[in-house]
């Protein structure tokens, strides 16, 4: 079946504009993860959505960055006045809410966003 | 803080079997052991998980040892297209909403 996907791939943007990516989970997984990875590094968790509870948004590292999630599925991340510090690869994963057996995160192909 | 250790690279012969260590001494009880892996410019790609017992699938095999303070896991016949990096995790499994952490994980290199 159709995996994560995320669009745009890429996106090159001037410092100071906004920018919205977005991601499609799974049909019918019920959490959605934004992590980011910048050149050479690991991912750094972002914010998590479980169905239509409050998000978990601890990860966001400035006021510059909000995350929605309608009706359940698509995700959108913007990020306001890009700085090249938010040059990185944003990924999203999607994973199914089951009882037991262990949580598997499936990752989209992530964005890559150069900031100049 | 990733709680494993793996080796930072290992090459393997095309067509032999790829066995990745990773030690996590201080696992707890619910936390299960997870591999990842990574090619380059890609999504990380899951690859299998499992608490205690060796688990099997298309891809590949993990061995759990029976103290479960170490795993291994094996690509019985690596072709070139498995390079990558490999990222083992460990984490209560049905903790929903704690993040993944990735280590710097085993830069696997598959030669002709």
């Known amino acids: 079946g159709a995996g994560v996907s995320q669009s745009p791939s890429n996106k090159v943007t001037e410092k100071g504009k906004d920018v919205e990516l977005r991601c499609d989970p799974i049909s019918g997984h019920t959490a959605l993860y934004w992590y980011r990875q910048s050149l050479g590094q690991g991912l750094e968790f972002l914010i998590y959505?479980?169905?239509?509870?409050?998000?978990?948004k601890s990860g966001l590292p400035s006021d510059r960055f909000s995350a929605e999630r309608t009706g359940g599925s698509v995700s959108t991340l913007t990020i306001q006045r890009t700085q090249q510090e938010d040059s990185a690869v944003y990924l999203c994963?999607?994973?199914?809410?089951?009882?037991?057996?262990?949580?598997?995160?499936?990752f989209g192909p992530g964005t890559r966003l150069l900031v100049l | 803080d990733a709680k494993t250790t793996q080796p930072p690279s290992m090459d393997c012969a095309e067509g032999r079997a790829a066995n990745l260590p990773c030690n996590h001494s201080t696992i707890s009880g619910n936390e299960y052991v997870y591999w990842y892996r990574q090619i380059h410019s890609q999504g990380p790609q899951y690859i299998i998980h499992?608490?205690?017992n060796n688990e099997t699938n298309e891809m590949a095999s993990l061995i759990i040892t029976e103290d479960r303070k170490s795993s291994t896991l094996i690509l019985p016949h690596a072709t070139l297209r498995d390079t990558a990096v490999y990222y083992c995790i460990v984490r209560v499994g049905d903790n929903y909403g704690q993040n993944f952490v990735f280590g710097p994980g085993t830069r696997l290199s598959v030669l002709p």
């Open positions: 994963a999607s994973s199914f809410d089951r009882l037991a057996g262990g949580e598997t995160q499936y």
């Open positions: 499992g608490l205690k």
């Open positions: 959505f479980q169905g239509n509870s409050a998000p978990d």
